[in-house]
């Protein structure tokens, strides 16, 4: 998935700079994705500092949730649907409300996790509350963890869970079918 919310906003061009802040101070950004603040808090913030109304904000947050381009050929072997998936991201509450809404993500996963409902950064447990919501008989080796970050892939592996490191769709889209056929996936890392 590619993000969109950097994007201008109509008659708004401080909006790109504006929302990149709330990553690069850290601060918001980090208290929104754990879930200590929540969409309608950073919404609040970004109006103020842009000197609109919250309600322009969120209509841009929608726009830009809408937006999102997901690599195709990722999303055609998640739509083969061979064994049971979950989607766990490191992501604040927007991704339930705005995010999932729109692209019907509940309706294609089994399961949806994420960071700002469990307040962990660990991937890895994360992966182990996606893991016990997909049934917990399954064992981490069943679990394969695809993931762009080597150090979410690492917290996976830590946890003697399969793991694969993201360095583009096309790579997955080859290795994809010995991923599920080999044993534990991590040598795929």
């Given at each position: 998935?590619?993000?969109?919310?950097?994007?201008?906003?109509?008659?708004?061009?401080?909006?790109?700079?504006?929302?990149?802040?709330?990553?690069?101070?850290?601060?918001?950004?980090?208290?929104?994705?754990t879930g200590v603040m929540m969409m309608d808090d950073v919404r609040a913030e970004l109006a103020g500092v842009l000197g609109i109304s919250p309600e322009g904000v969120r209509t841009h947050m929608e726009q830009c949730s809408r937006r999102i381009h997901f690599y195709p050929a990722v999303r055609k072997l998640t739509e083969r649907?061979?064994?049971?998936?979950?989607?766990?991201?490191?992501?604040?509450?927007?991704?339930?409300?705005?995010?999932?809404?729109?692209?019907?993500?509940?309706?294609?996963?089994?399961?949806?996790?994420?960071?700002?409902?469990?307040?962990?950064?660990?991937?890895?447990?994360?992966?182990?509350?996606?893991?016990?919501?997909?049934?917990?008989?399954?064992?981490?080796?069943?679990?394969?963890?695809?993931?762009?970050?080597?150090?979410?892939?690492?917290?996976?592996?830590?946890?003697?869970?399969?793991?694969?490191?993201?360095?583009?769709?096309?790579?997955?889209?080859?290795?994809?079918?010995?991923?599920?056929?080999?044993?534990?996936?991590?040598?795929?890392?």
């Amino acid at each position: 998935m590619r993000r969109g919310c950097s994007k201008r906003m109509a008659g708004v061009p401080e909006w790109p700079s504006a929302y990149r802040g709330l990553w690069e101070r850290g601060g918001s950004a980090d208290r929104w994705s754990t879930g200590v603040m929540m969409m309608d808090d950073v919404r609040a913030e970004l109006a103020g500092v842009l000197g609109i109304s919250p309600e322009g904000v969120r209509t841009h947050m929608e726009q830009c949730s809408r937006r999102i381009h997901f690599y195709p050929a990722v999303r055609k072997l998640t739509e083969r649907r061979h064994v049971p998936q979950a989607i766990v991201t490191i992501n604040p509450d927007i991704f339930s409300q705005m995010v999932d809404p729109a692209y019907s993500l509940e309706s294609r996963f089994d399961v949806i996790v994420t960071l700002w409902e469990h307040r962990t950064r660990d991937k890895g447990a994360l992966c182990e509350v996606a893991r016990r919501r997909l049934g917990g008989d399954l064992s981490p080796q069943e679990c394969l963890l695809i993931d762009n970050t080597l150090e979410c892939v690492r917290r996976w592996e830590a946890r003697v869970g399969a793991a694969y490191h993201f360095r583009g769709e096309e790579a997955l889209y080859r290795d994809f079918d010995k991923l599920l056929d080999s044993e534990g996936g991590s040598k795929f890392t």
